[in-house]
């Protein structure tokens, strides 16, 4: 790899990160193939529900810590399951403490158990209460440029709009309105949400995405193991081509060897 890509941290909450692909750890078979997921990923930083995964709040289960060593990885403790500010904020405070004292959150508050849109009222009520108690706050939030502003101008670290509903594979469908955050944004943008495949992680980096959270894409493939590697590969050349800058759209055709000049 190449040394500009190298001295290219994402950078978030004042610490850097070689790793651009963020990784959840729901839906694995076991948590020997969330480790092997996890590793192919290449993934630094990695979210953890707190209300469904256990982080030693439970002595008596298999602790996740024991396979993604807070040493090694940065534990991104989220909100998922939470319906209203006050459930997501008890929830950060939890993680907290189960983390010794741990910041950096992913706040999530959820307005359909279909959808699993987020509820963007609650949402700003919450990031609010959180950036007041001292959390550095990471936002999953609708596409809408508006609501992105407010959530930085709150205090957000990080603002992270879906590209489609949660789950859904469906890739990147709202390339606009991404684009339209994207390019107001002064914290890291990253897509959570929507993406099925490898080339959906390269679309989201190649818009400029400052990075890419996914779960159900990797976990829920055929082959968990091989899909992160695909994907950490994808979301490297995203963003490659995305500092290298595209050729222009043309409605006509452009010879890659001119015929200017040419003998005969």
Same mark, same amino acid.
């Not at 959840?24 to 209300?51: P, Q």
């Not at 002064?186 to 990075?211: N, R």
């Given at each position: 790899?190449?040394?500009?890509i190298?001295?290219?941290?994402?950078?978030?909450?004042g610490?850097?990160?070689?790793?651009? +692909? +963020?990784?959840?750890? @729901?839906?694995?078979?076991?948590?020997?193939?969330?480790?092997?997921?996890?590793?192919?990923?290449?993934a630094?930083?990695?979210?953890?529900?707190?209300?469904?995964?256990?982080?030693?709040?439970?002595?008596? &289960?298999s602790?996740?810590?024991?396979?993604?060593?807070?040493?090694?990885?940065?534990?991104?403790?989220?909100?998922?399951?939470?319906?209203? *500010?006050?459930?997501?904020?008890?929830t950060?405070? +939890?993680a907290?403490?189960? +983390?010794?004292?741990?910041?950096?959150?992913?706040?999530?508050?959820?307005?359909?158990?279909?959808?699993?849109?987020?509820?963007?009222? &609650?949402?700003?009520?919450?990031?609010?209460?959180?950036?007041?108690? @001292?959390f550095?706050?990471?936002?999953?939030t609708?596409?809408?440029?508006?609501?992105?502003?407010q959530?930085?101008?709150? @205090?957000?670290?990080a603002?992270?709009?879906?590209?489609?509903?949660?789950?859904s594979?469906?890739?990147? &469908?709202?390339?606009?309105?991404?684009?339209?955050?994207?390019?107001? *944004?002064?914290?890291?943008?990253?897509v959570?949400?929507?993406?099925?495949?490898?080339?959906?992680?390269?679309?989201?980096?190649?818009?400029?995405?400052?990075?890419?959270?996914?779960?159900?894409?990797?976990? @829920? *493939?055929?082959?968990?193991?091989?899909?992160?590697l695909?994907?950490?590969?994808?979301?490297? *050349?995203?963003?490659?081509?995305? &500092?290298?800058?595209?050729?222009?759209?043309k409605?006509?055709?452009?010879?890659?060897?001119?015929?200017?000049?040419t003998?005969?």
């Amino acid at each position: 790899m190449s040394d500009s890509i190298l001295d290219d941290p994402l950078r978030i909450a004042g610490r850097s990160f070689r790793s651009r +692909l +963020l990784t959840g750890t @729901g839906k694995y078979r076991d948590f020997d193939e969330t480790r092997r997921a996890t590793e192919a990923a290449g993934a630094e930083i990695v979210t953890v529900a707190i209300r469904r995964m256990n982080l030693g709040q439970d002595p008596g &289960q298999s602790n996740l810590l024991d396979v993604l060593p807070p040493e090694r990885y940065t534990i991104l403790p989220n909100t998922a399951g939470c319906y209203t *500010a006050e459930d997501a904020v008890r929830t950060c405070r +939890l993680a907290r403490e189960l +983390l010794d004292g741990h910041a950096l959150v992913k706040l999530e508050v959820l307005g359909d158990a279909r959808t699993l849109y987020p509820d963007v009222v &609650q949402t700003l009520k919450a990031a609010e209460m959180l950036v007041g108690e @001292g959390f550095e706050v990471m936002v999953y939030t609708s596409d809408d440029p508006i609501l992105a502003r407010q959530l930085e101008q709150i @205090g957000c670290v990080a603002v992270m709009p879906l590209a489609a509903p949660i789950g859904s594979g469906l890739g990147i &469908q709202n390339r606009y309105t991404l684009l339209e955050i994207i390019e107001n *944004a002064k914290v890291p943008i990253i897509v959570d949400a929507g993406v099925g495949t490898a080339s959906d992680a390269a679309i989201a980096m190649e818009l400029g995405c400052d990075g890419v959270l996914m779960n159900t894409a990797i976990a @829920g *493939a055929r082959d968990p193991v091989r899909m992160a590697l695909a994907m950490k590969l994808a979301v490297e *050349a995203g963003r490659a081509a995305f &500092q290298a800058g595209r050729i222009p759209r043309k409605r006509y055709a452009s010879a890659s060897s001119p015929i200017d000049g040419t003998v005969g």
